[in-house]
C-alpha cells in the first residue's frame, strides 16, 4: 500500500521533556494538539509534514511539485536586505515625547502647542562605520535617530551623539565614509577608523579637526545608549503662526547624565559581549527602567548669527552652551521594545527632510545634501517608495493623498477619482492656512561652486573643545589618536596628522608625537585662518565635568566563591538597588555557590563569562579558601586587574586578599578599594560608586 502523504510512523518518543512522533527515517515531529495552531504555508494551507521534502520513494528525487518546500526556501533566500551603508549597525525602542509647556511663541509645530502632550516616538540607536553585525563598542560617533510621530507628519531629528561634523558640505560624504570603511582591496579593517585611508582623508581635510577632537574623546565609546547626549547638529528654524522665525539648534539630555568607557575596557568588551549596548538597552526597558532624555534647543536670531563668531550654517562648529542656554521643553521616555527586530528597527526610514509645520532648514549646506539623500537611500535600500506603508513609517495622524501602485502598495487612493483638481469632489486639497510653509528667505546671488569664507576657521573650536577638557579627558585623547594613529602605515600621513594637532594644542601635538616616535616636529599646518587662543572653555563640553552623582542605572557585578557570606551579599545588594543600581552575581559555576551558612547564591556568569569589563563597578565576596581557588583562574585574575586597571571602585571581604594579591592588586593602594567589614562600609563603597571612576587612578596604571 501507498504511504499516507506524511512519512511519519507515528511512533511516540520522549526527548527529556517532549513528547514527540518519530518518523519513517528516525527524525522528529511536533503535532499540533489542542489549542497550538495548525503550521500553514504563507498563502494559508495546512502544512503536513515540515520535515521533508516530497521525493520519489524514499531515497528519491525531490519534486518541484512542492509548493511548500519552494515558498519555504524562496522567502528565506530573499530575507535579507540592503544594510544600510551607513549606520548599519543599531538598535530602536518606543516611547513617547511629553511637551512640559506651550511653545506657541517660536514655533506652530503642533507638538509644541500643549502642555503634556504625549507623542508617539521610535528611536534608532547606531555606529556608523561598521556593518550591522559589528560590535557595539566600536570607537566610533553613534547615531541617535528620532522620529515623532505628531499630530500633523512624521517629524526625524536624525542626529548623532556628538554636535559636529566632518565635513561642511554633503557632496564629500561618499569620501569620508569610503576612507573610513573597510580598505576596498582588502576589506578589513571592519568597524574601525584606526586604518590609512581614514586617516589619509582626515589629514587632507583640515575642517575635520574640530569633529576628530570629539570622536577621540571618550564620546566615542559610550558605556551606554541611555548615558549619551543626542544632537541634531545643524542650524534649523522654527516657524511661529506669523511665520516669523528663529534658528534652532536640538540637543538630547540623558538623564541618567553622561558616561563612556576606557578604550583599553572597550577593546575588551567587543570579545566578551558584541552586543553590549544592545543588551543594556533591553535590559533597562524589560526592566521597566524607562531611559529618559530631556529635549533643550538653543534658541537664537538672525542678529546673533549675524554677530558670532562662527557661521552658524557650518556644521563643524557649535554654539557653546556658555554663550547661549538651552530651554527644556520636554522630555523622550523610551519604554517599549520593538516586538520584531526586523519589522521596527530595520525597516524604520529616518530622513531629515521630514519636518512637520513650524519647523524648516537652514542653508546649512551639509543639511541641503542630507535632504536629498535620504529619501533616495529608503527607496534603494527598502526597495519601493512605498515604504511608508510600512506601520514603522506610516504617519499616526490621518493622511490623505494622491500616491498610488508600485511594488507592495498597501493602501491606494479609495475611489474613482486619483487627481485633484477634480469635479466629483472627492479627495483631499491644499490648504494654505494649515500646509507646510517654507521661511520665505530672501535669495540672491551668482550660481557658483564655492565654500563660504565665513567657514574657513578649521582649529579654534577644536582648541576650544581641547581646553574645556579635564585633565583625564585630554589624556584620553592623546592616547586615542596615538592608537589610531599607530595603526597607520603610512608615516607621512601620521605627519601630517601631528601638523594639525600643532594648530589646536603643542602639548597634545607633543604627546602624540612622542608616543608615535617621530622625533623632529613637523610645522603646523597651513591654516586657512590662525587659529583662536581666546575661546572661553565651554564646561558643557566634558563628560567628566557634568557627572552624574549618581550610580543609578549602573551595574555592579559581584564575584562570589563557596563558602561566601550570604548575608552580606544580602545587604550589599539591597544597598546597590536602593540606590537605583543592578547587581550581577559571577561565580566559578554557573550554577552558583553554596555560601558559608549553607544556602545557595545563584550567579548569573561563570567567571569566563562575566569579567569585569561588563560592570561598572565590582565587589568580591569571597571566603578565604574560595579566593585562594580562583587565584588559579585567569579570568578571576583578570577579573580584578582589569577592574583596576579601568579604575573601577572595588569593594571587598577580608577572604578576598589571595585573589588581589595574585592579581598584583594592593589592597591599600587607593581610595577606591574599598574593605567590606561592615554596613558602614557598604554605604561608602555606594557613595564612591556615584563618582563611576577613581580617575586618579589612571597615572598609576598608565593606560
Ligand atoms: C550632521 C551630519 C549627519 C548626521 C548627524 C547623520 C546621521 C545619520 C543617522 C543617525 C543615520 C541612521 C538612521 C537610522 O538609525 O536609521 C544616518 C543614516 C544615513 N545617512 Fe546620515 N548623517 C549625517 C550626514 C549625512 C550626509 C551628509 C549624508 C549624505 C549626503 C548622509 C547619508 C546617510 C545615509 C545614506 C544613511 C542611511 C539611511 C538608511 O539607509 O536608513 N548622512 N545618518
Redesign the pocket.
Known sequence: MAKSARQSSGTPATIHDQKLERGNGGELHQIAEGDTPVLTTAQGVPVADDQNTLKIGERGPSLIEDFHFREKIFHFDHERI???????R?Y?AHGYFETYESLAKYTRADIFQRAGEKTPAFV???T?AGSEGSADLARD?????VKLYTKEGNWDI???N?P????QD?????DI?HSVKPEPDRGFPQAASAHDTFWDFISLTPESMHMIMWVMSDRAIPRSFRFMEG????TFRFLNAKDESTFVKFHWKPKLGLQSVVWNEALKINGADPDFHRRDLWDAIQSGNFPEWELRVQLFDQDFADSFDFDVLD?TKLIPEEVIAPIALGRLVLDRMPDNLFAE?EQ?????QNVPPGVDFSNDP??Q??N???L???I???GSTNFTHLPINAPKCPFHHFQQDGHMAMRNPVGRVNYQPNSFGEGPRESAQRGFRSFPEAMDGQKVRLRAASFADHYSQARQFFNSQTAPEQKHIGMALTFELSKVETSVIRERMISHLLNIDEGLAETVADKLGIKELPKPADAAVAPRDDLEPSPALSILANGPDSFAGRKVGVLVSPGADASLLKKLRTAIEKEGATVEVIAPKVGGVEAADGTMIAAKHMIDGGPSVLFDAVALVLSEEGAERLAGEAAARDFVADAFAHCKFIAFTPGAAPLLRKAGVDPKADEGLIGLGDAKAIAGFIESCRKLRLWSRETAVKL
Open positions: 540592503p544594510e544600510r551603508v551607513v549606520h548599519a543599531g530602536g534608532r540607536f547606531s556608523v560617533v553613534r547615531g541617535f535617530a536624525v542626529g548623532n556628538i559636529v561634523f566632518f565635513i554633503a557632496i564629500k560624504f561618499p565614509i544632537f541634531g547638529v545643524h556644521p528597527t524604520v526610514a529616518f530622513m531629515t551639509l543639511l545634501g542630507r536629498f539623500s535620504y533616495d537611500t529608503q534603494k535600500r527598502l
